[in-house]
């Protein structure tokens, strides 16, 4: 599509100002200030608002929050026809390619599925530990839980992680019995993106700590797995690479870790957004409606933001 067509959806999306060297000014929908402060450069794909410092590397990040359906469409038709056979974001950041191939992992020998029509008498300590959890059948399908009976993870549920080509790449076993530790680990890194297979990059994502969490959440939450998210690992990258925006949900007793990992993505001008979820053990045990209320009014977490809150959290406040 050419420069003008993608300028007229912007002009649904924004209130369009006027054009100066090449970019175009709106009023910026993130402050709301009184003056066209949102420069977009249609043909680098960039936008910058000189008032709150809000930036990204795609405008389909401007779209998908203040446009339409049709809007939404029809934007979602030009990224269709990007070629992304140059260098990518990737590559200009950190100097190197993305890797292709992913580390391999198979599930255990003695691992079941639970999504059989028929279970064996086995499987009812496993559905019932699932169910008390709130997790059923469309549950169990989506992300093709199982369990071990016997074997190194006997006792256990068996939650798959598939890399982008549908291969294993990690799993988490989790006691369903009375095993005092909760989860046993594969011999295999955690530097993975859980379930990236069925994660859309153009789509928020939500980072959660644990699985419970992820499933709580559902599409596009990618659980951490209790692990601090540092700039070289798959997921950071990749996160960076999309410019997707992100959605804080770190337990509430991990702030210390959750604004580490603010801090980084925000450096690189990643949209994040911190989800409160304060008054709650885990965003798993969050009544559904309280969730709901609480990511719709999760705000964009500025340089300054961050700034405030790091000094209130020095000082105690």
Not at 169 to 187: H, I, Q
């Amino acid at each position: 599509m050419s420069h003008e067509e993608k300028l007229d959806t912007l002009k649904n999306v924004l209130s369009f100002s006027h054009r100066i060297k090449g970019e175009h000014l709106f009023y910026c929908p993130y402050c709301n200030h009184h003056n066209p402060k949102l420069s977009v450069n249609i043909d680098k794909n960039v936008y910058k608002c000189w008032v709150c410092d809000t930036r990204g590397k795609d405008i389909w990040r401007i779209v998908r929050k203040f446009g339409d359906f049709r809007d939404k469409r029809t934007w979602r038709s030009f990224s269709e026809e990007i070629d992304y056979s140059e260098t990518s974001i990737f590559e200009a950041l950190f100097g190197e390619k993305e890797e292709e191939q992913e580390e391999k992992l198979t599930l255990p020998e003695e691992f079941i599925p639970l999504s059989n029509k028929k279970n064996p008498i086995s499987a009812r300590a496993p559905l019932k530990y699932l169910a008390d959890r709130g997790i059923g059948k469309k549950e169990i399908i989506n992300w093709k839980i199982g369990y071990c009976s016997r074997g190194e993870y006997g006792g256990r549920i068996v939650f798959p992680s598939f890399d982008k080509s549908g291969n294993v790449n990690y799993f988490v076993a989790r006691t369903y019995g009375d095993d005092w530790v909760k989860y046993r680990n594969p011999p295999a890194t955690r530097n993975v993106i859980f379930n990236e297979l069925f994660v859309d990059w153009k789509e928020r994502v939500f980072l959660v700590e644990g699985i419970f969490d992820a499933i709580f959440l559902g599409t596009n939450a990618i659980p951490i797995l209790g692990s601090t998210m540092n700039e070289d690992s798959k997921l950071f990258k990749k996160i960076i690479n999309n410019d997707t925006a992100v959605y804080m949900a770190l337990d509430d007793d991990a702030e210390k870790k959750s604004m580490r990992i603010i801090e980084s993505l925000i450096s690189h001008g990643t949209e994040v957004y911190k989800v409160d979820t304060s008054g709650f053990e885990d965003i798993a045990e969050m009544p559904k409606k309280t969730l709901d209320k609480r990511i719709k009014s999760a705000k964009m977490i500025t340089n300054e933001d961050f700034l405030s809150r790091k000094i209130r959290s020095i000082v105690g406040v």
